[in-house]
């Protein structure tokens, strides 16, 4: 059974960094496109960034919302992911998904295109 199970959200000032995990079993997230996005109450999920899955070159990818504050990485040997996030603002606030895909690397900010989902964590950054 694949899961991606996510956590390290919580309530943060504006200015502050969190970092998000996010472990997948049932599946290698090396050899996965793993994104991330976002939803705020009454929007539509957003894309925020991705890695590339490491047969595709394993590069990173990121809205201009969060680039050069966002940062996405990858430990191989615990099987998890990690959404950095620096700068945190009040418009960040959202609850925060990892997805895992085999799409093209051309389609990685489609939601649609991904495959699996994880629970979702709540991040919220008071100003």
């Known amino acids: 059974q694949v899961q991606l199970v996510e956590s390290g959200g919580g309530l943060v000032q504006a200015g502050d960094s969190l970092r998000l995990s996010c472990a997948g079993s049932?599946?290698?997230?090396?050899?996965?496109?793993m994104g991330w996005f976002r939803q705020a109450p009454g929007k539509e999920r957003e894309f925020i960034g991705v890695i590339r899955r490491s047969g595709s070159g394993g590069t990173t990818a990121y809205a201009d919302s969060v680039k050069g504050r966002f940062t996405i990485s990858r430990d191989n040997g615990k099987n998890t992911v990690y959404l950095q996030m620096n700068s945190l603002k009040s418009e960040d606030t959202a609850v925060y998904y990892c997805?895992?895909?085999?799409?093209?690397?051309?389609?990685?900010?489609?939601?649609?295109?991904?495959?699996?989902w994880g629970q979702g964590t709540q991040v919220t950054v008071s100003s």
């Open positions: 049932g599946l290698a997230v090396r050899t996965y496109n």
């Open positions: 997805a895992a895909g085999s799409q093209v690397v051309s389609a990685v900010t489609l939601e649609r295109m991904y495959r699996y």
